[in-house]
């Protein structure tokens, strides 16, 4: 899996209209120079960007990423019935995409996990 778990099959997700190749990310979705990545992303991790081994450094700075992201997310708001969110390892990316993903996602309430 290279720690990739966002690459699901047998699910029934991937034959969804509305996910039909959204999460699917591969190398390109992975910042440069980090364990998992296959060379194929656009930039390095942010400069105080933190590490977390046991899984991918997902670039957010990537446009197809933020996407995913948020149709991923308004699907759990408005199919599923979340009203916030609770941000995971907020020390792995910047701030300012906890900021795009709520905007376009209008939660009642948001968090992150931020452990030191």
């Known amino acids: 899996s290279q720690g990739r778990w966002n690459v699901f099959t047998s699910t029934g997700i991937e034959r969804r ?5 959204v ?3 591969q190398g390109w979705a992975i910042t440069l120079g980090c364990p998992y990545s296959d060379g194929t992303g656009e930039r390095g991790p942010g400069k105080y960007d ?9 670039d ?4 197809k990423v933020q996407q995913s992201i948020q149709i991923w997310m308004r699907w759990l708001r408005l199919e599923v019935g979340f009203d916030a969110w609770r941000f995971d390892f ?10 795009k993903y709520c905007e376009k996602t209008e939660p009642a ?3 992150g996990e931020l452990w030191l």
């Open 17 to 21: 209209k509305s996910f039909a190749g």
């Open 23 to 25: 999460m699917d990310w």
């Open 60 to 63: 957010h700075g990537n446009k």
């Open 109 to 111: 309430w948001a968090v």
């Open 90 to 99: 907020v020390k792995g990316y910047g701030a300012e995409f906890v900021g």
């Open 50 to 58: 933190g590490k977390f081994e046991a899984a991918p450094d997902i």
